[in-house]
């Protein structure tokens, strides 16, 4: 890794995202200097996230009301403000309203210009970064400390914030080292962080004793009571809002919920969700002016304590009225999106976000609070593998916030490119190609067509190109059937198990399908092949909204005569499985609809698994007697099949058939569909298909013979670029495993 | 509260502080035990004794006498001293955590200036879940009537790359519980 203190590129020349040239630079510069800092620290606070919740008893109820409580407080904000500045003015407070960043940035220097302030003290605030609150004061002439150990690395290095909570995520403890004696005259040694931490105390220290203001963030405020939370881990937070007499808190207008009694639901989420713990080192509950003696340490000779809340509009009562950004409303910035998400883990938040939000949720604040569509422009980061979703502690839908952004971004341009074209139809290329399959592989392949397709579409070069199989699924199963003197039972509505054939498992996989089929068969279940109907999976994914809902409703029609005609569909690959049970709740917009498709569509594997636990089926005695030792196996779970539950059902499968089962604990193989064969992702992909790689080797059981597992055909497909072990479909292996 | 779930409580609590590396004793509610155990935990230092917002305050009577504790400090001894002494309203169970009122009294400079923090809690006043503090059926609704910070394990940051205790705030936190003489508790 490069020395980002020497890079070629400052993170702050590629903070605005809005033109691809910059989203390119930016990703190069966070995989030259950034990602294994920021790999390390975000995958510390998600492996520490999983066991926080999972210490909660009521962790999915907890999440419901958290949700409520901010759908009613963005519905009744006008009502809540109101109520808020009674309160806060009845105290003795005052409270203002900012429109814009101006407006803010000129009542906070008002204050400090009214206090003959010289320095001022300030606690972490990204609300104060998005006004740009600093540069403002500093014109002014007035001394800014930034008290958090994060923030006053940044404000020497100059660099914008990369993550939420720990906004100097991207910076190695040696990087920070060198940082500081490049900075400071000093004979001190500057090494571990105790050295590293006393130094920034020290000086600080002296700031806080006298400073003639202090500025803090909330993290949500009680209209009723006028309550204000802070949560923070070092302390800063507290001196900065009760050392001096003067305290400025700055809040964006969506924290402001109805009452103080919902405090204790937010705290507990938040920790756990943020940085993994039960609670972080401090959580103030403030209601200032605080009844606290002033102490005058800087030698002034305040009297009274006094308390300035700054409410932020600046683009949020807008963002309210957008039917799709309004959801970002309810974010509590807690960050377990951005730390569960494998495209951010592997670049951080300079690549993967903007001049002040970062990660997945950080798109559609950009949009909001700069109102500029194309700053939004990192959210193509997003790949939609939805392991935010579950992590998120007020149930935000983080990537359709994304697709959103995808789509608008293709309508500014007036249209979809050629790139997002060609794999948003997937479908309709695959029926082309699979008329002469041999012959499109051929050419697909030739050296001269990828120099055309990388330069025209952006189809990456140094990809292997998906086969086109020889024969298509469709096709296999007639001919299974024709010589297994069976009727092909294609197209007919009747009872039993239907395979859909998705077009991924059709063009590409279709002895994936013919696994599935031959199982059931042998299990002796009725199961029959469906109509081949594209799903809508790849358009969704490259923001053409528009068509993945035409084609879902298509689909859904399909789907649901089958399902009233007593048929249970069998699904192999996962991400269309995931469309059944999770994306179409939004794409259909028809509840009815989504419930029956999401109560009978499964995974091949969890449905035969659902037999077995039912005891409908002693699946022992159709398992074929071997005396050879039994392979070993690595399991990698597909992301969305995660996400809908059913992620760790197989491993456990083969677990219970007495095999040795390891399995990966990486969200995403980093292909995610397309996005791994795009050219200018290309390496993001393979930096988060490498993490994957090092697991499965370093795993215990490794050796060339290990057999690896995963459903996802771009799993595979990652998978299979670097390793020669054998890597299956789980029902592939079923297959071979039976009598 | 029963006395039978109050003993289950303390222990989840100790259990949950020494979790987040605070360290923890237990003694009886009296002058003499309370004056035992801060001579000992203070190990000669000077001391910043906060008056206390919520317990018996003859608890401090012996204590208080002591040449090296300071009640009411003075700008430079606020900037300087290493150990405040306060008392905590309430403590939660689940998170090992100590609950400060931030009034008049000078728990908060206390708290905040120092490098050790020692914090005394009576055990009656543990509840069980940090949620709980804001409930009306917990702690007379005390929780809800004030400003106050939930203090849990000493200051930390991992902002330097490892995580280091003992950032801004004391690096040191040592919680005192105190009971009640039996035939009191629950009074």
Same mark, same amino acid.
Request: glycine share 6%; charged share 25%; net charge neutral.
């Given at each position: ?58 962790y ?34 005052k409270?203002?309203?900012a ?7 000129d ?20 609300t ?29 290095s100059? /660099?914008q ?5 720990a ?6 403890r ?11 005259n ?15 105390r020290?000086?600080?220290r002296?700031?806080?004793l ?8 909330a ?46 639901i *937010?705290? /507990? ?25 002033? $102490? ?5 000779k !305040?009297?009274?304590r ?29 960050s ?30 950009t949009?909001? &609070? ?55 139809? *997937? ?23 990828? &120099? ?22 469709v ?23 239907? $395979? ?25 279940? %009725? ?70 498709l ?51 059902? =197989? ?20 292909? =995610? ?9 290309? =390496?993001?992909?393979?930096n ?11 795993? !215990? %059981? ?11 055909t ?6 299979? !670029? ?18 | ?11 989840q ?6 979790? #987040?590396?605070?360290? #923890? ?21 000077? #001391? ?20 090296? #504790? ?22 939660i ?52 009537k ?20 003992g ?21």
């Amino acid at each position: 890794m490069e020395n980002i203190n020497d890079y070629k590129i400052h993170p702050r020349q590629v903070a605005d995202k809005s033109s691809k040239e910059t989203l390119k630079k930016a990703i190069k510069l966070a995989l030259d200097v950034e990602s294994d800092a920021v790999r390390l620290n975000t995958q510390s606070f998600n492996t520490n996230r999983y066991k926080a919740v999972k210490k909660i008893d009521d962790y999915e109820e907890l999440k419901d009301r958290a949700r409520q409580i901010k759908e009613n407080s963005i519905q009744n904000l006008p009502q809540l403000l109101d109520k808020l500045t009674e309160t806060i003015e009845h105290r003795g407070g005052k409270i203002f309203l900012a429109k814009s960043k101006k407006d803010a940035t000129d009542y906070i220097k008002n204050v400090c210009l009214s206090h003959k302030a010289k320095l001022i003290v300030k606690a972490k605030s990204i609300t104060s970064e998005e006004i740009g609150l600093n540069s403002v004061l500093e014109k002014q002439g007035f001394e800014i400390a930034e008290t958090d150990l994060a923030e006053f690395i940044l404000q020497v290095s100059k /660099e914008q914030p990369s993550h939420n909570v720990a906004p100097a995520i991207h910076r190695s403890r040696e990087s920070i080292s060198e940082l500081f004696k490049r900075n400071f005259n000093t004979d001190k040694s500057l090494e571990t962080g105790e050295e590293l931490t006393e130094f920034a105390r020290d000086i600080l220290r002296k700031k806080f004793l006298s400073a003639d203001i202090g500025i803090s963030g909330a993290n949500l405020i009680a209209a009723e009571e006028g309550t204000i939370l802070l949560v923070e881990s070092e302390g800063n937070i507290r001196l900065t809002t009760q050392l001096p007499a003067v305290h400025i808190a700055i809040a964006g207008i969506e924290k402001i919920i109805p009452s103080k009694k919902d405090f204790g639901i *937010f705290i /507990e989420l938040l920790a756990a969700s943020g940085t993994g713990q039960p609670l972080t080192s401090y959580t103030n509950i403030l209601e200032p002016p605080l009844d606290l003696p002033i $102490l005058n340490l800087n030698g002034r000779k !305040d009297k009274q304590r006094e308390f300035h809340l700054v409410i932020i509009d600046n683009g949020r009562m807008q963002m309210r009225e957008d039917k799709d950004l309004k959801e970002a409303l309810y974010c509590i910035r807690c960050s377990a999106c951005m730390n569960s998400c494998a495209n951010f883990q592997a670049v951080g938040g300079h690549a993967f976000g903007g001049e002040v939000y970062t990660g997945g949720i950080g798109g559609a604040w950009t949009v909001g &609070t700069t109102d500029i569509l194309e700053k939004g422009r990192f959210a193509e980061l997003c790949t939609g593998c939805s392991r935010c979703v579950p992590n998120c502690p007020v149930r935000i839908d983080i990537p359709k916030l994304n697709t959103t952004i995808k789509n608008r971004l293709i309508k500014a341009a007036g249209g979809p490119s050629l790139q997002k074209s060609f794999f948003g139809n *997937f479908s309709i290329l695959g029926k082309f190609a699979s008329i002469t399959p041999g012959l499109s592989n051929w050419v697909s392949n030739l050296s001269i067509s990828r &120099t055309i397709m990388e330069k025209i579409i952006g189809f990456e070069k140094r990809r292997k190109i998906p086969r086109f199989a020889n024969k298509t699924l469709v096709k296999q199963y007639k001919e299974y059937r024709r010589t297994n003197n069976l009727k092909s039972k294609t197209n007919e509505l009747t009872s039993g198990l239907v $395979l859909l054939a998705d077009v991924y498992t059709n063009y590409n996989n279709p002895n994936v399908g013919m696994a599935a089929i031959k199982v059931f068969d042998k299990l002796g279940m %009725s199961i029959t092949l469906s109509k081949l109907l594209d799903e809508g999976r790849a358009s969704q994914s490259q923001g053409l909204v528009q068509l993945a809902t035409k084609r879902a409703l298509k689909l859904a029609t399909y789907l649901e005569e089958l399902i009233d005609d007593g048929n249970e569909i069998i699904v192999a690959e996962p991400s269309v499985l995931a469309l059944f049970r999770y994306d179409y709740k939004k794409l259909l917009n028809n509840d009815k609809q989504f419930d029956k498709l999401a109560n009978h569509t499964y995974d091949p594997i969890e449905y035969i698994n659902m037999l077995i636990v039912n005891c409908k089926l002693d699946l022992t005695k159709y398992i074929a007697n071997s005396d050879l030792p039994k392979p070993k196996i690595f399991y990698h779970g597909h992301c969305q099949m995660k996400t809908i539950g059913a992620g760790y059902v =197989a491993s456990e499968f083969f677990q219970r058939l007495d095999y040795t089962v390891d399995v990966s604990n990486v969200e995403c193989c980093g292909m =995610a569909g397309s996005f791994g064969f795009k050219k200018e992702y290309y =390496a993001i992909s393979k930096n988060i298909g490498d993490d994957l790689i090092h697991q499965i080797i370093r795993s !215990d %059981s490794f050796d060339s013979n290990t057999i690896i597992l995963a459903s996802g055909t771009s799993c595979r497909e990652q998978i299979g !670029d670097e390793l020669n072990n054998p890597i299956y479909h789980p029902i592939e292996f079923l297959q071979k495993i039976l009598k | 509260m029963p006395n039978e779930i109050n003993k289950e409580i303390i222990e989840q609590f100790i259990a949950s502080a020494k979790e #987040v590396v605070a360290t #923890v004793e237990r003694i009886p509610a009296n002058a003499n035990s309370l004056n035992d155990a801060l001579v000992a935990a203070t190990e000669n230092e000077v #001391v910043l004794l906060a008056q206390p917002d919520d317990l018996d305050p003859e608890l401090f009577s012996i204590f208080k006498l002591n040449k090296n #504790v300071i009640i009411e400090p003075t700008k430079e001894q606020l900037s300087t001293i290493k150990t405040g002494i306060t008392d905590a309203f309430c403590a939660i169970a689940s998170t090992g955590s100590v609950c400060l009122s931030i009034t008049k009294n000078l728990s908060s400079p206390a708290s905040m200036l120092t490098r050790k923090h020692i914090v005394i809690v009576d055990s009656k006043t543990i509840i069980p879940k940090p949620r709980d503090i804001f409930s009306e059926k917990y702690l007379e609704g005390k929780g809800l009537k004030r400003s106050f910070s939930i203090i849990t394990g000493p200051s930390a940051t991992a902002d330097m790359g490892p995580l280091v205790r003992g950032v801004h705030g004391p690096g040191k936190l040592h919680i005192i519980i105190v009971d009640l003489p039996t035939g009191r508790q629950g009074s």
